[in-house]
């Protein structure tokens, strides 16, 4: 009866699937020409239990059912392959490449406003040059005015005087 159960195990398993080892098979098949029980066992399984199987394998699988096994599979990936972490790392590298372009734009203005601002701020220490210039040509007359008109305001007042 142990060689039954074992075979009746296999008859449930990897005969149906066909994924049964050929020693494994061959034994199978000739204890079933021997062992009219482990035959009928065999019919009804066939009956019972493969062919649901095999009609359900016709009919749609549900898209949740996919999205569950796409998710366990992702899932799966995720925590026992390293792949999986490297891959979403080359994304992450993918995605940066393309902020480059927005990063070296920005650069590019940055320095073309440096450089603006550079030849404002040297236009402007131009004019700051001129104006301090103006000033001190103005400044010392500025200065020499009153000493000026008290020295003139002096020969003149020695002149009328
Ligand atoms: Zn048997």
Redesign the pocket.
């Known amino acids: 009866m142990k060689?039954?159960d074992h075979?009746?195990d296999l008859l449930l398993t990897d005969y149906i699937d066909g994924e049964l080892d050929k020693d494994l098979a061959g034994s199978l098949e000739s204890?079933?020409l021997?062992?009219g029980?482990?035959r009928a066992?065999l019919k009804e399984v066939k009956n019972n239990a493969a062919l649901p199987f095999t009609q359900a394998r016709h009919q749609p699988v549900p898209a949740e059912l996919w999205d569950s096994i796409r998710q366990n599979i992702e899932h799966e990936n995720q925590a026992t392959d390293p792949m999986g972490d490297f891959i979403e790392k080359l994304k992450g590298l993918v995605v940066f490449p393309r902020l480059v372009p927005v990063f070296a734009s920005l650069v590019i203005m940055f320095l073309a406003g440096s450089v603006t601002l550079n030849t404002i701020h040297v236009q402007q220490a131009k004019d700051k040059n001129q104006g301090e210039y103006l000033v001190s040509l103005l400044e010392p007359t500025g200065a020499l005015t009153p000493s000026d008109s008290s020295d003139s305001g002096t020969p003149i007042e020695h002149y009328f005087l």
Do not use: I
């Open positions: 060689k039954c075979f009746k204890h079933l021997d062992c029980d482990c066992f």
